[in-house]
């Protein structure tokens, strides 16, 4: 048993018995590395992986968006989902509108969906729900396919208490 004060003693590389000279040479090579190597290549991983650009990376997520920001473009998706929602079904810009609220809401939940201190505004939960349930209905059933009333009502009120709400800075 050794002494924890022992030197180590360097292990012997392990030879093939039987090989030809390709297979040993090659086999050589690649279970043979210089310790200044291997020490090098140690290095500039252990530098790489501790850089403050691995740690933190600026992502358009990371980049935070001004609070002012966030209201004029929630309000701007406010204001698209109720002209959208109370257009006639037999309008011939339904599907036109629907397009662009689908651009709008996915531009926007792209942007604020990981931004930590958004999550716990009532203003964002009521409006990503308002989103997330008029894009289901028309991913379901189709851009021209009119909202069902109580559907509708609910996705209005949810609107109006997150305009409410994104006014008092919630």
Known sequence: MASPTSKLKSLVPIKATKATTSTASAAASTT???PARRREFLSIAA?????????FPLTPAALAASDEEYVKETEEV??????????????PNVANAVAELRETSNSWVAKYRR???LLARVS?????????????HYVSFGPTAPIPAKRKARILEEVETAEKNLFRGR
């Open 32 to 34: 043979s590395v210089s």
């Open 47 to 55: 530098a790489t992986l501790s850089s403050p650009a691995w740690l």
């Open 78 to 91: 406010i204001q698209k989902v109720k002209s959208t929602i109370n257009m006639d079904k037999n309008d």
């Open 115 to 117: 931004e930590k201190n």
């Open 124 to 136: 964002f939960r009521d409006i990503y729900s308002a989103i997330n349930a008029v894009s289901g």
